[in-house]
C-alpha cells in the first residue's frame, strides 16, 4: 500500500469513527431528553410524564399473577408485588410510584393502596392534583367495596381485589388518570384483568417464539459449520482485488454516513416548517408524513451508490463487491434468508447476557439506567393503521434495504478486502465485528445495548460472507424487525 493510499484509508476512517461519535451523541441526547421528562414531576411545572411501557408491563404481569390466586392461595400480597417492588423506588418517576399505589390497591385492599399513593411526595400542581384525584378514587372504591363485603356477611381480600363502579370523580379527571398512568388508570375499572391475562399470554408466546428459534439457529449454526468444514458449501463473497477499489467502498461508505445524518435531520427539518407553515397553531404534521419522509430520506441516501463510479469502479463491479446480486436466485437466497434470521438469533442471546452484565455493572457504578428503546416502537402505543403500515415498510422494508447495502455491502466489503483478506477466518470475524459495532452504534437503543444489536448484526455478517449476496442478510433484517414491532404492537394493543 502506498503513501497516498495509506493517507486515504486513515481519512476514511478517522471520517467513519468521528460520525459514529456524533450519531451516537445524538443518540444520547435524545434519550437525555427523554430523561429529563420522565423526571419531570419533581420541578415545579404542571406536567406528569406519562407511564411508561416497561412499567405497564409489570403492573399486568402482576395484576395476571394475582388472579391466579384462587388456584395457588399460598401466595401472600407481598410475593405477588415483589416483581413490581422497582416501581416505587424513591428515583423512580412519579408515575410508575403512583402506578405501584394502584397494584397495592388491587392485590392488598383500596384503603392499604389509598396509604400508599397518599405517602407519596409532590412538587407540582399537576403531580398534586394527580395523586390526590388517585386517593379519592381508590378511598371510594374501599368504601364501596367495604359495603359489597358486610352486605354479603364477610369480608376478605380477594372481594376487595375486584373493582365495583366509580363515580367519585367526573369523567374528565378519570381520563386525565389514565392519560398519565396508562394501564394502571384502567386498572381502578374492572376489565383489567383480561388485558393483563392477554399481556401475559403473548409474553409466554414471545418466549417459547425465541425458544423455538434460538434452539432452531443454534442447529442451523453447526449444520452450516459442519458443511463449511467438509467444504460441502463455500463461501461466495467476492472481494475487491485492488487497495483502490477496496478504499474506495470504505469512502462510499463514509460518504453514505454523512448523507444519511444529512437527509435524517433534513427529513425532521422539513416536517417541522411543513408544520409551521401549512397547520395551524397547535396542530401537529401527521405521524405517518414524518415516517413517509423518514422512509424517502432512507432511499434517498443510496444515491451516494454513483460516488465509485466516479472513482474508476464501475456499478456492474459495484454491485458484486457489496452483494447487490441475487446470488443462486432470488426464491433460494429468500429461503436463507429465514435461516439467516434464526442463526442470528443466538448472537443475540449471547449480546443480550453481555448486556446484562454491563447494565448490572453500571447501576452498582452510576445507579439505575434508562431501558433500552427505540422511537418506531414507542409510536405504536397510539399508532393509528396508517402509521402502523408506514412504521412496518420503514423498519421491514426501507431499513434492512439500505442499511445492509451500507452496513454488510460497503462496510464489510471494504473491511474484508483490506484486513487479512487471505487469512479467511481472522479477516471475516474482525470485519463482521467491527461493522456490527458501528452498526449497533448509531441505532438509538444505547451504549449498553450495542452487544446485543451488534450480535445479531454478527449473524447477518455471516450469512453475507457465506451466500455472497444481501438478500439473505436483507431478508433476515426484515424478519427481525416485523416480529419485534408486531410483538410491541401487541403487547400495546
Known amino acids: 500500500m502506498i503513501n497516498s493510499e495509506k493517507l486515504r484509508l486513515s481519512c476514511v476512517w478517522v471520517s467513519i469513527l468521528l460520525i459514529t461519535l456524533f450519531t451516537a451523541f445524538l443518540q444520547s441526547f435524545r434519550a437525555g431528553d427523554e430523561a429529563e421528562v420522565v423526571d419531570a414531576p419533581v420541578v415545579e411545572v404542571d406536567f406528569v410524564a406519562p407511564i411508561q411501557m416497561q412499567s405497564e408491563l409489570m403492573g399486568k404481569i402482576v395484576i395476571a399473577v394475582d388472579g391466579l390466586r384462587s388456584i395457588a392461595p399460598s401466595m401472600s400480597s407481598q410475593q405477588i408485588l415483589e416483581s413490581a417492588k422497582p416501581l416505587c423506588e424513591p428515583d423512580a418517576p412519579l408515575a410508575d410510584r403512583l402506578g405501584y399505589s394502584v397494584l397495592v390497591g388491587r392485590v392488598s385492599g383500596w384503603t392499604l393502596g389509598a396509604d400508599q399513593a397518599r405517602a407519596i411526595e409532590t412538587e407540582s400542581v399537576a403531580a398534586t392534583t394527580l395523586r390526590d ?3 379519592a378514587v381508590m378511598e371510594s372504591l374501599a368504601a364501596t367495596t367495604d359495603a359489597a363485603s358486610s352486605v354479603d356477611g364477610q369480608i376478605d381480600s380477594s372481594t376487595d381485589a375486584t373493582p365495583p363502579s366509580i363515580d367519585v370523580l367526573s369523567t374528565q379527571r378519570m381520563e386525565a388518570i389514565e392519560q398519565s398512568l396508562g394501564f394502571f388508570g384502567r386498572a381502578l375499572g374492572s376489565h383489567a384483568d383480561e388485558e393483563a391475562t392477554r399481556t401475559v399470554v403473548v409474553i409466554v408466546f414471545v418466549a417459547l417464539w425465541y425458544c423455538v428459534v434460538f434452539f432452531s439457529g443454534l442447529t442451523a449454526l ?9 467444504g460441502a458449501i463455500k463461501p461466495r463473497i467476492e472481494l475487491a482485488h485492488d487497495t483502490h477499489t ?8 463514509a460518504v453514505w454516513m454523512v448523507a444519511f445524518l444529512g437527509l435524517t435531520i433534513g427529513a425532521m427539518l422539513l416536517g417541522d416548517l411543513v408544520t409551521m407553515l401549512c397547520l395551524e397553531e397547535g396542530d401537529e404534521l401527521p405521524a405517518a408524513m414524518r415516517l413517509a419522509l423518514s422512509i424517502g430520506a432512507m432511499f434517498a441516501s443510496l444515491l451516494v451508490l454513483a460516488y465509485p463510479r466516479l472513482r474508476g469502479v464501475s456499478f456492474a463491479q459495484l454491485r458484486q463487491l457489496i452483494g447487490l446480486n441475487t446470488g443462486q436466485g432470488l426464491v433460494r437466497e429468500s429461503l436463507c434468508g429465514i435461516s439467516c434470521y434464526v442463526s442470528a438469533i443466538p448472537f443475540l442471546a449471547a449480546g443480550l447476557l453481555v448486556f446484562m452484565v454491563l447494565t448490572m455493572l453500571s447501576e452498582a457504578l452510576m445507579g439505575k439506567q434508562p431501558q433500552p428503546s427505540h422511537p418506531a416502537v414507542e409510536m405504536l402505543g397510539g399508532a393509528s393503521g396508517i402509521e402502523i403500515v408506514m412504521l ?3 423498519a421491514s422494508v426501507a431499513a434492512p434495504i439500505v442499511e445492509e447495502i451500507a452496513f454488510r455491502g460497503l462496510l464489510y466489503g471494504h473491511l474484508r478486502a483490506l484486513v487479512a483478506p487471505r487469512i479467511r477466518l481472522v479477516s471475516a470475524v474482525v470485519a463482521a465485528v467491527s461493522s456490527s459495532f458501528i452498526f449497533a452504534a448509531i441505532h438509538p437503543q444505547g451504549a449498553l445495548f450495542v452487544p446485543a444489536l451488534g450480535g445479531l448484526a454478527v449473524g447477518f455478517c455471516l450469512y453475507r460472507e457465506v451466500r455472497g449476496s444481501l438478500i439473505a442478510p436483507m431478508v ?16 400495546l394493543s
Open 476 to 491: 433476515a433484517h426484515g424478519i427481525n424487525n416485523a416480529v419485534t414491532l408486531t410483538i410491541g404492537l401487541t403487547l
Open 246 to 253: 477496496s478504499i474506495v467502498l470504505g469512502e462510499t461508505f
Open 222 to 230: 453447526l449444520v452450516l459449520g459442519v458443511c463449511l468444514g467438509r
Open 133 to 135: 384525584d388517585l386517593v
Open 392 to 394: 412496518l415498510l420503514l
